[in-house]
């Protein structure tokens, strides 16, 4: 589907859902139909330091010491325009009761996964989450018993294993297996790994922090195993609107019909659009009905299907949007991590960073330096005065690793490397 086809179709989602007068007045927020044409391309400009000093960032929480945050996956480039404006427009409402998911919301999913996925998705298949991580918390819930087993695919996003602990289930690992530089899946691994208390894999797609958009051989083959072995998939595709280089991104459930089947694929706009402060701001698209049914009835019950007012805005005005701001940030990506690979190449340092086919996270195998895991942080902590994620944090095959963060402003990035190099050569002499 063309951009302009998806518009059109958007055109005729808001019209659907658009009311007479006197009950549009309350729904003039989700009636307001799609947005046809981008601002002007000064209204991005990703080069500009924007201070976020004072606002509570995690990120910049932790750089007590003039370092450079480079960790925690948010950017630092300003929030997607149309959905800054967005809830602007709302926040200047008088009312800010309870609020139900309304009819735009799912036909806003489809549209888009449709138009930039090229994913048919049947506006039953959608529903509300409650956020990525909290989505992925309550599926365990929901469809696992204590004792049961859940695999997880690392080096992956250290926030899958935690709450499993935490349940009583069992976290199982079937890591990624690296070769010739290239990461793959092991799936005779996982057909070994499998037993009558395995219930649930949690996919990571595309995935972080190595940065793969799994290709749909590999998705299906995955959905075979399990839909055969009896174990539903878990997929997380919050980094799914964000690949690089015209690389596509598939989603599980468009992988085949054993993938539909089984799959329970969660996302949202909180990464490509710079929101991830909105809590909350997340979909899931369950094809099975019985699978929907059962999650979103238990969604219900804990009382976390009613969506905060912004995150319902946010996804409307991220979805509903042309997509020239987002083409315009992929491409800005992609120059901060060609930077990154130009100066190490340039400078011939021993880390081999490991260009990512979405996503602003770059894994840098740092193995080569011989530094122990703790020895490494402190290196990049202490000397270069940069703050990574630590590599060993997203468990087997993290260490001698460190995930680093280049959503951010050229001049930031640049600095970054400048401090690297020196610190490097100090390590050398
Ligand atoms: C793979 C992945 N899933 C989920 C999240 C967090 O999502 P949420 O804030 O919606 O829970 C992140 C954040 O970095 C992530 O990288």
Request: proline share 6%; hydrophobic share 45%; net charge negative.
């Given at each position: 589907m063309d951009r302009r086809d998806f518009l059109k179709g958007m055109a005729a989602a808001g019209a659907a859902v658009c009311v007479p007068a006197g009950v549009a007045g309350v729904l003039a927020s989700t009636c307001?139909?799609?947005?046809?044409a981008a601002p002007a391309s000064g209204a991005w400009d990703f080069d500009e330091l924007i201070d976020r000093s004072g606002t509570w960032s995690i990120k910049y929480g932790r750089a007590t010491n003039g370092e450079i945050p480079m960790w925690?996956?948010?950017?630092?480039?300003?929030?997607?325009p149309f959905v800054r404006e967005a809830l602007q427009k709302r926040l200047e409402r008088d009312v800010l009761g309870y609020t139900s998911t309304p009819e735009a919301f799912y036909e806003a999913v489809a549209a888009w996964e449709a138009a930039i996925h090229d994913f048919p998705v049947e506006r039953e298949w959608v529903g509300y989450a409650p956020g990525v991580i909290t989505g992925i918390n309550q599926a365990y819930l929901c469809f696992t018993q204590p004792g049961d087993k859940i695999i997880i695919q690392p080096p992956v996003y250290d926030h899958f294993r935690l709450y499993i602990k935490r349940l009583g289930r069992v976290a199982v690992d079937n890591p990624l297996i690296l070769e010739d530089g290239r990461y793959r899946m092991d799936l005779e691994g996982l057909e070994r790994l499998i037993d009558e208390r395995t219930k649930a894999l949690v996919l990571c797609n595309p995935h972080n922090p190595v940065g793969i958009c799994w290709d749909r051989e590999t998705l299906a083959a995955l959905a075979e195993i399990c839909e055969r072995r009896g174990v539903i998939v878990i997929s997380d595709?919050?980094?799914?609107?964000?690949?690089?280089?015209g690389r596509s991104h598939c989603p599980f459930c468009h992988a085949s019909d054993a993938a539909k089947r089984v799959g329970i694929l969660i996302a949202g706009p909180t990464k490509a659009f710079n929101l991830a402060g909105l809590t909350g701001t997340a979909f899931c698209i369950i094809p099975d009905a019985q699978k929907r049914e059962r999650y979103l009835g238990a969604l219900s019950a804990a009382k976390l299907s009613e969506p905060a007012i912004p995150t319902i805005e946010a996804v409307l005005a991220a979805y509903r949007e042309d997509t020239a701001w987002l083409n315009a940030l992929k491409e800005y990506i992609q120059g901060n991590i060609e930077r990154v690979e130009q100066i190490f190449a340039e400078h011939r340092v021993s880390i081999v960073p490991m260009r990512p086919q979405a996503s602003f996270l770059v894994w840098l195998?740092?193995?080569?330096?011989?530094?122990p895991q703790e020895e490494l942080m402190n290196f990049f902590r202490e000397r270069a005065k940069v703050i990574p994620s630590n590599g060993a944090g997203y468990g087997a095959g993290g260490e001698g690793f460190i995930r680093l963060n280049v959503g951010c402003p050229r001049a930031t990035l640049n600095e970054a490397l400048k401090r690297i190099l020196a610190a490097l050569e100090g390590l050398h002499s």
């Amino acid at each position: 589907m063309d951009r302009r086809d998806f518009l059109k179709g958007m055109a005729a989602a808001g019209a659907a859902v658009c009311v007479p007068a006197g009950v549009a007045g309350v729904l003039a927020s989700t009636c307001t139909g799609p947005r046809k044409a981008a601002p002007a391309s000064g209204a991005w400009d990703f080069d500009e330091l924007i201070d976020r000093s004072g606002t509570w960032s995690i990120k910049y929480g932790r750089a007590t010491n003039g370092e450079i945050p480079m960790w925690i996956a948010d950017m630092d480039f300003r929030t997607d325009p149309f959905v800054r404006e967005a809830l602007q427009k709302r926040l200047e409402r008088d009312v800010l009761g309870y609020t139900s998911t309304p009819e735009a919301f799912y036909e806003a999913v489809a549209a888009w996964e449709a138009a930039i996925h090229d994913f048919p998705v049947e506006r039953e298949w959608v529903g509300y989450a409650p956020g990525v991580i909290t989505g992925i918390n309550q599926a365990y819930l929901c469809f696992t018993q204590p004792g049961d087993k859940i695999i997880i695919q690392p080096p992956v996003y250290d926030h899958f294993r935690l709450y499993i602990k935490r349940l009583g289930r069992v976290a199982v690992d079937n890591p990624l297996i690296l070769e010739d530089g290239r990461y793959r899946m092991d799936l005779e691994g996982l057909e070994r790994l499998i037993d009558e208390r395995t219930k649930a894999l949690v996919l990571c797609n595309p995935h972080n922090p190595v940065g793969i958009c799994w290709d749909r051989e590999t998705l299906a083959a995955l959905a075979e195993i399990c839909e055969r072995r009896g174990v539903i998939v878990i997929s997380d595709e919050i980094h799914g609107d964000l690949s690089l280089w015209g690389r596509s991104h598939c989603p599980f459930c468009h992988a085949s019909d054993a993938a539909k089947r089984v799959g329970i694929l969660i996302a949202g706009p909180t990464k490509a659009f710079n929101l991830a402060g909105l809590t909350g701001t997340a979909f899931c698209i369950i094809p099975d009905a019985q699978k929907r049914e059962r999650y979103l009835g238990a969604l219900s019950a804990a009382k976390l299907s009613e969506p905060a007012i912004p995150t319902i805005e946010a996804v409307l005005a991220a979805y509903r949007e042309d997509t020239a701001w987002l083409n315009a940030l992929k491409e800005y990506i992609q120059g901060n991590i060609e930077r990154v690979e130009q100066i190490f190449a340039e400078h011939r340092v021993s880390i081999v960073p490991m260009r990512p086919q979405a996503s602003f996270l770059v894994w840098l195998d740092c193995r080569a330096l011989g530094l122990p895991q703790e020895e490494l942080m402190n290196f990049f902590r202490e000397r270069a005065k940069v703050i990574p994620s630590n590599g060993a944090g997203y468990g087997a095959g993290g260490e001698g690793f460190i995930r680093l963060n280049v959503g951010c402003p050229r001049a930031t990035l640049n600095e970054a490397l400048k401090r690297i190099l020196a610190a490097l050569e100090g390590l050398h002499s």
